[in-house]
């Protein structure tokens, strides 16, 4: 449910931007048929995803296994579906993803440095243990919590910040009787959104790089996305119900 949240406000971000900036006159609007035969081609594609999330739910593969099927997958559908991939361009693709992830893994290492500076200082248990003194109700600490995970989103990866800072929170959190699911959606998004948040916002980079967008074009188009996120991330926070209806559903 939070992830068709955050599409649903993505798609809203684009239409009102493709309506502002008049797009639709300077491409012709596709006919039924083109959307219907589009949507069929792209099914093959699309189960790229289907495959890793079951993979992963069921046990077949772990998280890593499952980067090395959805590569094979891509392959097959590249040369025998699409009939797009050529075997000479293998190389090329090889080294420019070599390429992609150095310069991502640049910004990350950089990333976990500062991290390290942070975790070394003890500034995240500090500003913990400072909100925990405040004896806050949940929707206060909630509050408290997006305000933490935030600003060191902006600096560090979801993973140290995961691991450097959930372990402090996650007990205060089940104290206060904050749904454990609702927690990690919180964090997750909190985090996930420092992705794309300069400085760091390795996703930033990866994206440059992919599209070869400069950086500064990019972020110059980011605050309508940004607001975006943060009205999904308040809503998530206000609203357990969200994130945790479905997960309820389904038994966990």
Known sequence: MPGLLIAAAMAFVNWRVCRRRDYRSREPRPSGREILVNSVKAIPA????????????????????????????????????????EWKALPH??????????SVLFVVAASAAFAWVLTIDGVPQKLAETIVGWNLSPTVFLIAVNVLLLLFG?????????????PILAPISAALGIDPIHFA???????????????????????????????????????PFLVAHFVVLMALTFVPAISTWLPHVLGF
């Open 46 to 85: 699309l189960m790229l995803i289907v495959i890793i999330l079951v993979g992963i739910r069921f046990g077949i593969f772990t998280p890593t296994e499952a980067s090395v099927v959805a590569v094979f997958y891509a392959l097959v559908c590249g040369k025998w579906v699409y009939r797009t991939l």
């Open 93 to 102: 693709i090889a080294a420019r993803s070599a390429l992609l992830t150095a």
């Open 154 to 166: 902006i600096f560090m990866e979801p993973l140290p910040g995961v691991m450097i800072l959930v």
């Open 185 to 223: 959606m919180v964090v997750i998004v909190n985090l996930t959104l420092g992705m794309i948040t300069p400085p760091v916002g390795g996703l930033l980079f990866v994206t440059t790089v992919a599209t070869k967008v400069p950086l500064t074009a990019l972020t110059k188009e980011l605050p």
